[in-house]
């Protein structure tokens, strides 16, 4: 079993700035692709920003220059650092990683209960 647990969500007024945090645990053999999704209220889910195994990113036009994604492959997290935040980013945020288990053949998809930051003054 595979466990994504997110961290570091709060209440922050615009401008400000949070790092979220990401652990993956159990018995895994290797995580490959991890990202970070948010869903705002009456919103659907949308991505915010995608790491690599190797350390490549990518994100939403709406977070680049704000948003920093990493990972650190030796601790199993990946982290997201928000700054320059806006009302706009008020979300539940979700982390996803593509994870083979061990002793699993196939990688699985997986996420995180969710962690939620509000911007707001």
């Known amino acids: 079993q595979v466990q994504l647990a997110e961290s570091g969500g709060g209440l922050v007024q615009p401008g400000g700035s949070l790092r979220l945090s990401c652990a993956a645990s159990?018995?895994?053999?290797?995580?490959?692709?991890m990202g970070w999704y948010r869903q705002a209220p009456g919103k659907q889910r949308e991505f915010v920003a995608h790491?690599?195994?190797?350390?490549?990113?990518n994100y939403a036009d709406s977070v680049r220059g704000r948003f920093t994604i990493s990972r650190d492959n030796a601790k199993n997290t990946v982290y997201l650092q928000m700054n320059s935040l806006k009302p706009e980013d008020t979300a539940v945020y979700y982390c996803?990683?593509?994870?083979?288990?061990?002793?699993?053949?196939?990688?699985?998809?997986?996420w995180g209960q969710g962690t939620q930051v509000t911007v707001s003054s």
């Open positions: 790491i690599t195994s190797s350390s490549n990113t």
């Open positions: 159990g018995r895994i053999f290797s995580i490959y692709e």
């Open positions: 996803n990683g593509q994870i083979r288990s061990s002793g699993g053949v196939s990688v699985s998809n997986y």
